[in-house]
């Protein structure tokens, strides 16, 4: 099978999307895995499948599968990648849409200056609902790795978020700790990890291990997630520049029971066909 692809990136986040408008794909996990390999495939974090509408309110309907080939609910990048690719092909002449995703609605707008918007929902601290094992809900709870205890705020963004705050970003033991975190027991579908230094009330500094792809040089839902802990710890102020290694992002959040904004680019880097 031959299979026309395009490759895309939100600040480094990088995605490969499918266009399934016209003909469904039913991709395997291992042809999954195949495209997002690096060295024997396209190589990305995230493949993005492009289908029509499910929902009589909405335009489109996107599906996210990690480069493990699991499906996961949302990606905040990947949000705003979906916009330029339908626009850039004439696929849609509206600059907002409405998309259906594995985590419900999501809302993305084509800015004047090229940048994409994205309302990504109201987040979700019911551990229940993240989902999380916790008896009650709390600012933070404590974690236990590899010996060790952590201070980590759990909330969702669509998908489930374990933020903690430290002190250097650099030293942060992302590669070591966050797959420990992202397979941790008290999270039953897994977690994406997240390390925030402060630098400010409206300046943060992000890492983020995705659960299914690893550390990725960007993570939307993971900068939507810290921002809202750092304003829900008193720590940060409602409007955020969240700096990652691939870039930054202007986050929002105007407070408990509102959705958070995100605001960022999305470019195309090439086309191309690869055989399965």
Same mark, same amino acid.
């Given at each position: 099978?031959?299979?026309?692809?395009?490759?895309?990136?939100?600040?480094?986040?990088?995605?490969?999307?499918?266009?399934?408008?016209?003909?469904?794909?039913?991709?395997?996990?291992?042809?999954?895995?195949?495209?997002?390999?690096?060295?024997?495939?396209?190589?990305?974090?995230?493949?993005?499948?492009?289908?029509?509408?499910?929902?009589?309110?909405?335009?489109?309907?996107?599906?996210?599968?990690?480069?493990?080939?699991?499906?996961?609910?949302?990606?905040?990048?990947?949000?705003?990648?979906?916009?330029?690719? *339908?626009? @850039? !092909? =004439?696929?849609?002449?509206?600059?907002?849409?409405?998309? #259906?995703?594995? +985590?419900? /609605?999501?809302?993305?707008?084509?800015?004047?200056?090229?940048?994409?918007?994205?309302?990504?929902?109201?987040?979700?601290?019911?551990?229940?609902?993240?989902?999380?094992?916790?008896?009650?809900?709390?600012?933070?709870?404590?974690?236990?790795?590899?010996?060790?205890?952590?201070?980590?705020?759990?909330?969702?963004?669509?998908?489930?978020?374990?933020?903690?705050?430290?002190?250097?970003?650099?030293?942060?033991?992302?590669?070591?700790?966050?797959?420990?975190?992202?397979?941790?027991?008290?999270?039953?579908?897994?977690?994406?990890?997240?390390?925030?230094?402060?630098?400010?009330?409206?300046?943060?500094?992000?890492? *983020?291990? @995705? !659960? =299914?792809?690893?550390?990725?040089?960007?993570?939307?839902? #993971?900068?939507? +997630?810290? /921002?809202?802990?750092?304003?829900?710890?008193?720590?940060?102020?409602?409007?955020?520049?969240?700096?990652?290694?691939?870039?930054?992002?202007?986050?929002?959040?105007?407070?408990?029971?509102?959705?958070?904004?995100?605001?960022?680019?999305?470019?195309?880097?090439?086309?191309?066909?690869?055989?399965?």
């Amino acid at each position: 099978m031959r299979l026309k692809f395009t490759k895309m990136h939100g600040l480094g986040n990088d995605f490969v999307v499918l266009d399934a408008l016209a003909h469904p794909l039913a991709l395997t996990p291992q042809q999954l895995r195949r495209i997002a390999e690096r060295h024997f495939g396209i190589g990305c974090d995230q493949i993005l499948q492009v289908e029509p509408a499910r929902q009589p309110d909405t335009d489109f309907y996107y599906r996210i599968f990690n480069a493990d080939g699991g499906e996961v609910e949302q990606c905040g990048n990947g949000a705003r990648c979906f916009v330029r690719y *339908v626009r @850039e !092909r =004439g696929l849609t002449a509206k600059r907002e849409l409405r998309v #259906g995703t594995l +985590a419900g /609605v999501i809302v993305p707008r084509l800015e004047d200056d090229g940048r994409v918007t994205v309302d990504m929902g109201v987040p979700e601290f019911e551990p229940s609902r993240i989902p999380f094992e916790a008896p009650v809900r709390a600012p933070s709870y404590t974690l236990e790795v590899n010996g060790r205890r952590l201070e980590v705020s759990a909330l969702s963004i669509g998908n489930p978020h374990a933020v903690q705050v430290v002190a250097d970003i650099e030293r942060a033991p992302v590669a070591a700790e966050g797959p420990l975190i992202e397979r941790h027991p008290r999270f039953p579908q897994r977690v994406n990890a997240g390390y925030m230094q402060i630098v400010s009330r409206s300046r943060i500094l992000l890492r *983020v291990h @995705e !659960r =299914g792809a690893g550390e990725t040089l960007a993570c939307g839902t #993971g900068a939507c +997630a810290a /921002v809202v802990t750092g304003i829900m710890r008193g720590l940060l102020d409602r409007e955020v520049l969240v700096t990652a290694r691939g870039g930054d992002l202007g986050i929002s959040w105007a407070g408990e029971g509102k959705p958070v904004m995100m605001t960022g680019p999305a470019v195309t880097v090439f086309e191309g066909e690869i055989e399965l």
